[in-house]
């Protein structure tokens, strides 16, 4: 497929997925994606396998696809990255999960409540009603006592049943009445805790180029700092979404430092990563050169951004900055920059990073 065929595509697939609320019309476009990638199910489970993250059994990919099972948001994004959608799209499919999800919640709120008011529709139902008797008329008997109220109900056309078992029966209604109604508020205060509640906006996604490699790989690259530092620590953009990549940081060639393995995460992959360097190795030089070399990963090491910050007088700031990816030829070249051994990624990634806590 062409670029500008490619760019219609992530088009009209981005105008569908903003409007998606029903899980028939995310599945409608989980069957598009499938098509277009023109790969079989036992391809899909292959795929999903070598990349060592969410499993991708077939028939749990033939459920979602027929509409059988509403999928997990980790099963679905595995499919998608299994059909080769770029992972800068994969956070509009996820915001469409989200409202799906939602929208399915609010829908078997609605249903446990109307089967709540038939039981209690039908409860009230369930007891006969009492018979009344008309008023006859009776001469009046002087000598008749006063004091018996069914007679004198039953003077005045009213009937007052007060047979023990039916005082029991009405308890039982009342009883199951109050049952089902605590049940409806009992689901309904579920429901409601189910449902995503946003007290903060939704933080905003960055669009980034970097460049990632893989075992017996490492990058280089050149900073400068003051030489009166006493201290200075490299900061690393990362794609959190590949666990638990683990390198080692040589400066001018010593040993200083391990980028430590991190969790992958699904959802807001932008993370920054911070690595101490020992003072005895920065202080009174007024350059570093950086290398990072690969222990091991998940799938590989990938790098979007380093900021070198330095301590002088007790306080940090910002020494130097290095943009890595395809977009930023110029700043790799004034660092030096270069990647030793394999080369997994050279690209654009479009993520979130978590919302603040206030």
Same mark, same amino acid.
């Given at each position: 497929?062409?670029?500008?065929?490619?760019?219609?595509?992530?088009?009209?697939?981005?105008?569908?997925?903003?409007?998606?609320?029903?899980?028939?019309?995310?599945?409608?476009?989980?069957?598009?994606?499938?098509?277009?990638?023109?790969?079989?199910?036992?391809?899909?489970?292959?795929?999903?396998?070598?990349?060592?993250?969410?499993?991708?059994?077939?028939?749990?990919?033939?459920?979602?696809?027929?509409?059988?099972?509403?999928?997990?948001?980790?099963?679905?994004?595995?499919?998608?990255?299994?059909?080769?959608?770029?992972?800068?799209?994969?956070?509009?499919?996820?915001?469409?999960?989200?409202?799906?999800?939602?929208?399915?919640?609010?829908?078997?709120? !609605? #249903?446990?409540?109307?089967?709540?008011? /038939?039981? @209690?529709?039908? &409860? $009230?139902?369930?007891?006969?009603? +009492?018979? *009344?008797?008309?008023?006859?008329?009776?001469?009046?008997?002087?000598?008749?006592?006063?004091?018996?109220?069914?007679?004198?109900?039953?003077?005045?056309?009213?009937?007052?049943?007060?047979?023990?078992?039916?005082?029991? !029966? #009405?308890?039982?209604?009342?009883?199951? /009445?109050? @049952?089902?109604? &605590? $049940?409806?508020?009992?689901?309904? +205060?579920? *429901?409601?805790?189910?449902?995503?509640?946003?007290?903060?906006?939704?933080?905003?996604?960055?669009?980034?180029?970097?460049?990632?490699?893989?075992?017996?790989?490492?990058?280089?690259?050149?900073?400068?700092?003051?030489?009166?530092?006493?201290?200075?620590?490299?900061?690393?953009? @990362?794609?959190?979404?590949?666990?638990?990549?683990?390198?080692?940081?040589?400066?001018?060639?010593?040993?200083?430092?391990?980028?430590?393995?991190?969790?992958?995460?699904?959802?807001?992959?932008?993370?920054?990563?911070?690595?101490?360097?020992?003072?005895?190795?920065?202080?009174?030089?007024?350059?570093?050169?950086?290398?990072?070399?690969?222990?091991?990963?998940?799938?590989?090491?990938?790098?979007?951004?380093?900021?070198?910050?330095?301590?002088?007088?007790?306080?940090?700031?910002?020494?130097?900055?290095?943009?890595?990816?395809?977009?930023?030829?110029?700043?790799?070249?004034?660092?030096?920059?270069?990647?030793?051994?394999?080369?997994?990624?050279?690209?654009?990634?479009?993520?979130?990073?978590?919302?603040?806590?206030?």
């Amino acid at each position: 497929m062409s670029t500008e065929l490619e760019g219609v595509a992530g088009a009209q697939a981005r105008g569908g997925l903003e409007s998606v609320t029903r899980h028939e019309e995310l599945v409608r476009l989980l069957a598009e994606q499938f098509a277009r990638a023109d790969v079989s199910l036992r391809e899909l489970q292959a795929r999903a396998d070598r990349a060592g993250g969410t499993r991708l059994p077939r028939a749990t990919c033939a459920d979602m696809l027929a509409g059988r099972r509403f999928p997990k948001k980790a099963v679905m994004v595995a499919f998608l990255r299994g059909c080769r959608v770029p992972e800068h799209r994969l956070p509009a499919w996820e915001r469409a999960w989200e409202r799906v999800r939602v929208a399915r919640l609010a829908a078997m709120a !609605a #249903r446990a409540q109307a089967e709540a008011q /038939a039981q @209690l529709s039908a &409860l $009230a139902t369930v007891a006969s009603p +009492l018979r *009344v008797t008309p008023a006859a008329t009776v001469e009046r008997d002087e000598a008749a006592p006063q004091d018996e109220p069914e007679a004198a109900a039953q003077a005045g056309g009213t009937c007052v049943d007060t047979s023990p078992g039916k005082e029991r !029966a #009405r308890g039982r209604s009342l009883g199951v /009445a109050v @049952l089902a109604s &605590l $049940a409806a508020a009992i689901l309904g +205060l579920l *429901v409601g805790t189910w449902l995503p509640h946003r007290t903060t906006p939704e933080p905003p996604t960055i669009a980034d180029d970097g460049r990632a490699f893989g075992p017996g790989g490492s990058s280089r690259f050149t900073v400068t700092v003051h030489p009166s530092n006493t201290g200075v620590r490299l900061t690393r953009r @990362l794609d959190a979404g590949i666990g638990e990549q683990h390198a080692t940081i040589t400066v001018n060639g010593t040993q200083a430092a391990t980028w430590r393995p991190l969790p992958a995460r699904e959802t807001y992959r932008w993370q920054d990563q911070t690595a101490e360097l020992p003072p005895s190795l920065t202080t009174g030089r007024g350059s570093l050169t950086v290398v990072n070399t690969f222990v091991s990963s998940e799938q590989d090491f990938n790098e979007f951004r380093y900021v070198v910050e330095q301590r002088i007088n007790g306080r940090w700031r910002t020494a130097d900055t290095l943009d890595v990816g395809p977009r930023h030829l110029a700043g790799e070249a004034a660092h030096g920059y270069a990647i030793t051994g394999p080369q997994t990624f050279a690209d654009v990634r479009e993520f979130a990073y978590p919302p603040r806590r206030s």
